[in-house]
């Protein structure tokens, strides 16, 4: 029987493995494939956020 943490711990190897090579794609030396993936995944995290947030408001005091 699977549980949650397990599927989520999945989730994060298989989102990890996606993206690990998508930083190595411009050259070992280019610091701005790095930087765009970390600037993509903190826009997609806020907007995540406002939208959650936004949803559940009346719930949140």
């Known amino acids: 029987i699977c549980n949650a ?13 996606m993206i690990s090579p998508l ?5 070992q030396f ?5 930087l765009i993936i970390i600037s993509t995944t903190a826009a997609v995290f806020i907007i995540l956020q406002f939208t959650y947030f936004k949803i559940n408001k009346p719930y949140i005091k």
């Open 23 to 27: 930083v190595g794609l411009a050259g």
């Open 30 to 34: 280019n610091p701005m494939p790095y």
């Open 5 to 17: 943490s397990s599927l989520l711990g999945l989730f994060q190897f298989i989102l990890g493995g």
